[in-house]
């Protein structure tokens, strides 16, 4: 009798690149357990969704598809359904009662455990024939996980095993504790943290297993555009009165060094040249050496200590501490395999001198820098418990240029911020004050997002949501649309120099003709290949990002365009500066030649979204 194929797993994420980082994460320790996966949800057998709770709107979504899934159920009762992230850990055990068909809910600070739990629920679902076709179907490793397991399945919020132990014996219990009010009908898998996070420095150093994960991340040669995240710090201390993460996420918690540092290589080994680190705050980060814990031969993540503030320089260099400018400088000089590496999002408090001067000397930190304001009104940070002024924000801004904007040398930087609309007690005045913010700030791209209170925020607890809904969303509109005007003007700046571009891929045009064309040789019976020897025609092209070039040309500083390939074959990539430009792949190169790489591209037109240009030599 032929094996059963492994379950499909279909995996959807919401949010944020944490969440990514994080369903990556798990993905591929459930690809290490045999388990396989799916792009079509209808096509597989375990269904999860990594969720996000910083705005209702993303998790409107995932309710959506929860009612899609309990339909779904009806007809496949062994469908594993599982919640994971931030939705799980701000919701809780009660997402079980008003979600009947969740099976699985794990925290973002538990995922270590998330194979586990799918193995158990998998098993005890009665999917797949039950245990023993379904033990013949995947590979390696999991008898041992389901003989440890048992059936024993409801871990509560704030539970002693929900705060991180290791072993799955501990994690699982039998009976249902907290929640044995529920009557549950089939057994669920929960993991959460809680308020666990929040404990004493040594107790969570001690169980910090959620390390395990980022360690045995599977790094594969074929499994990447170039490009990757990595996580350096985890959870955050701030507290803004709005946001949600400081109590889904836990405390802010720094991975060691050496742990990011040899992650990194593995990475820079697989081929992958772009590295993105990733943090809430990420340039809080610090590792003190000195008071490091080690668990079975593992240094253990720390603590963050709270940043006082003022200073230009971390006041805890030394020869014991690595900085948060220690960490970029090691990672440029050890691991020279990575030509870009980025960071994302800074705290605008805290950020040193020290930091910028590491960017400006290491030719492969981009000089790009992501410091989300949130408002323009100072009465509005102290609203939100921010901690710090507008001018202390544009003293940094002005302080972050004056040392790393370099046009003259190619090396601009570019800067990104965030903006909340409509907070409460927001006035026409503030909304006018954050408008002067944009034009003064002059981000290349700022994200602005209507404010949505959080069930859980202190925000959400004392602070009326007294903007009415109309008025939100004019004030979305309005800086949208000054934000447009500075970012075409930012784009267009650019026109005439040529800038490293990171290839990621075939731009959204050239994907679309792709697809035309897949569908069209489907029809006639013809495979297709995607590469610049099979040059795929563009019909109807967007005329506003085709690169105006068409032929070899020698421009005035003596740089010599290559080529095009064709107007169909077009591909897209990033700046240092995080720009999006779009060129045609050039005469004699496949676009796979480019994909992954660092390619020189002479900018010739732009717009507020996207710069075109073509490569040069
Ligand atoms: N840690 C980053 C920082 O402090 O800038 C941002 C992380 S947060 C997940 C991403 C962005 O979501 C924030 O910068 C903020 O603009 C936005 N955000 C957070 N809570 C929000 C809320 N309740 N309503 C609307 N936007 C929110
Ligand atoms: Fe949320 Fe503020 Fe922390 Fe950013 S710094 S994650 S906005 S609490």
Known sequence: MPAPSP???????????MNELDSELVSGALRSMGYSFTADASAASVVLYNTCSVRDHAEQKVRSRLGEMALRKKEEPGLVVGVLGCMAERDGVDMLKRFPVVDILCGPGELDKLPAMVDNAVRTSGAHGGEEEFQRGVRGGRGEIQSEMGRGTVVAAGSPAAGGIPNPVSLYSSAPSASSALKLSAPKQVALQGNASRRSATLA?????LEMLDLSRSVSPTDHNG????????GCNKFCTYCVVPHTRGAEVHRPPEHIIDECKRLADAGVVEVTLLGQTVNHYRFEHASAVTVGGVVQPQKGRSFTGGHTRDPFAGAQVTTFADLLKRIHDEVPGILRLRFVTSYPRDFGDDVLEVIRDSPRICRYLHVPAQTGSDRMLTAMNRGYSI?????????????LHQPEINRPLTIAGDIIAGFCGETEADHLATADLLRRARYKNCFIFKYSPRPGTTAYDRLPDDVPEDVKRRRVNELLALQQTISD???REHIGQTLGVFVSGLSARATKAAKRKERANAAA??????????PVHAEGTDA???????ASHVFDDGSESLEPHGPGVQLTGRTDGDLIVVFDCPSGMSPDDLIGRVVPVRVVDANQLTMSGVVVR
């Open 391 to 403: 001018s202390e924000y544009l003293e940094f801004i002005d302080r972050a240029r004056a040392i």
């Open 525 to 534: 019976g013809v495979t297709l290949t995607i590469s610049g020897r099979d």
């Open 489 to 491: 003007e930012i784009s």
């Open 544 to 550: 506003s990002n085709a690169c105006t070039i068409d």
């Open 7 to 17: 379950p499909q797993v279909y995996i959807e994420t919401f949010g944020c690149q």
């Open 227 to 234: 490009s990757a995240y990595v996580r350096i710090t985890r």
């Open 205 to 209: 150093a001690a169980a910090d297993s």
